[in-house]
T-cell receptor, first 113, second 114 residues
Framework: AQSVTQLGSHVSVSEGALVLLRCNYSSSVPPYLFWYVQYPNQGLQLLLKYTSAATLVKGINGFEAEFKKSETSFHLTKPSAHMSDAAEYFCAVSRRGYNKLIFGAGTRLAVHP | SQTIHQWPATLVQPVGSPLSLECTVEGTSNPNLYWYRQAAGRGLQLLFYSVGIGQISSEVPQNLSASRPQDRQFILSSKKLLLSDSGFYLC?????????????FGPGTRLTVL
């Protein structure tokens, strides 16, 4: 069975600091991997996805994530945090063609001035 | 381009009352459709998904039901709401023809059951 673990339910960084949100997955087959962002009282917005092309995936708003098969990880990073990055971030995994996503519990990112 | 709509945006209902939430997708045909619930502090829970008109799969036994009367319309219903039905309800769609299972979410409906 597939699963996703997001390490840290809350992460706090200073404006301009590196953002690192951790995601580890479990999958018996090569997965698709996703990061979504959710602002308060809004739906989820796709940040980026890994679909077996390049292992370093660039997304919107300056975010990127690297697929590391040996570590079963798909951590999300951004070199310099902005106040507008404060939101909840969800990592998700899909077994190819299965038409369903398995979501992590989410990480709430706070950005301080 | 594709868009997804949900209404109402917010809803306050008494315990025991019925519920109907609607989701519609524009700009695509024969999408997979999904209903999720976010309860406070509990992440995303998949409730139902549909791969075609009249085809509904339930993920979690509960007080809710779903229907897909038209290709791009997905409805979440309840005959009698419970307090535990409160939460943020999200509809999503994915492209059947695509191969990456990417889901795109609507703006959500905030349901409060009192």
């Amino acid at each position: 069975a597939q699963s996703v673990t997001q390490l840290g339910s809350h992460v706090s960084v200073s404006e301009g600091a590196l953002v690192l949100l951790r995601c580890n997955y479990s999958s018996s087959v090569p997965p698709y991997l996703f990061w979504y962002v959710q602002y308060p009282n809004q739906g989820l917005q796709l940040l980026l996805k890994y679909t077996s092309a390049a292992t370093l995936v660039k997304g919107i708003n300056g975010f990127e994530a690297e697929f590391k098969k040996s570590e079963t990880s798909f951590h999300l990073t951004k070199p310099s945090a902005h106040m507008s990055d404060a939101a909840e971030y969800f990592c998700a995994v899909s077994r190819r063609g299965y038409n369903k996503l398995i979501f992590g519990a989410g990480t709430r990112l706070a950005v301080h001035p | 381009s594709q868009t997804i709509h949900q209404w109402p945006a917010t809803l306050v209902q008494p315990v025991g009352s019925p519920l109907s939430l609607e989701c519609t997708v524009e700009g695509t045909s024969n999408p997979n459709l999904y209903w999720y619930r976010q309860a406070a502090g509990r992440g995303l829970q998949l409730l139902f998904y549909s791969v075609g008109i009249g085809q509904i799969s339930s993920e979690v036994p509960q007080n809710l039901s779903a229907s897909r009367p038209q290709d791009r319309q997905f409805i979440l219903s309840s005959k009698k709401l419970l307090l535990s039905d409160s939460g943020f309800y999200l509809c999503a769609w994915s492209d059947v023809a695509g191969s990456t299972d990417t889901q795109y979410f609507g703006p959500g409906t905030r349901l409060t059951v009192l």
